[in-house]
Nanobody, 121 residues
Framework: QVQLVESGGGSVQPGGSLRLRCAAT????????MGWFRQAPGKQRELVAA???????NYADSVKGRFTISRDNAKNTVYLQMNRLKPEDTAVYYC???????????????WGQGTQVTVSS
């Protein structure tokens, strides 16, 4: 099975920074898109950032210029560098990986356990 392990969440003051990490382990043949979603209390889960197998990136308008997504293919790891954090960034952040376990299977989405990010004074 494919398992995603997240780390790097925490509590910071507005303007601070955090770096989230998500490592994919298990039987993985190839990885397509990797990304980060977040869900704040009372809100829908939303895409924060995504990065394709060709390193094309996509960001939510609310985080453009502040967040940077990157990946290390050798480690099957995706990162989210979050700078100039705002209170509205407070949410549970979930890692998502679109991966293929073997040529027998098609690509499927896998999710991390979620990590809390809290931005407050």
């Amino acid at each position: 099975q494919v398992q995603l392990v997240e780390s790097g969440g925490g509590s910071v003051q507005p303007g601070g920074s955090l770096r989230l990490r998500c490592a994919a382990t298990g039987s993985i043949f190839s990885i397509n898109t990797m990304g980060w979603f977040r869900q704040a209390p009372g809100k829908q889960r939303e895409l924060v950032a995504a990065i394709t197998s060709t390193d094309t990136t996509n960001y939510a308008d609310s985080v453009k210029g502040r967040f940077t997504i990157s990946r290390d293919n050798a480690k099957n790891t995706v990162y989210l560098q979050m700078n100039r954090l705002k209170p509205e960034d407070t949410a549970v952040y979930y890692c998502n990986v679109n991966a293929r376990r073997s040529l027998i299977f098609s690509y499927a989405d896998y999710w991390g356990q979620g990590t809390q990010v809290t931005v407050s004074s």
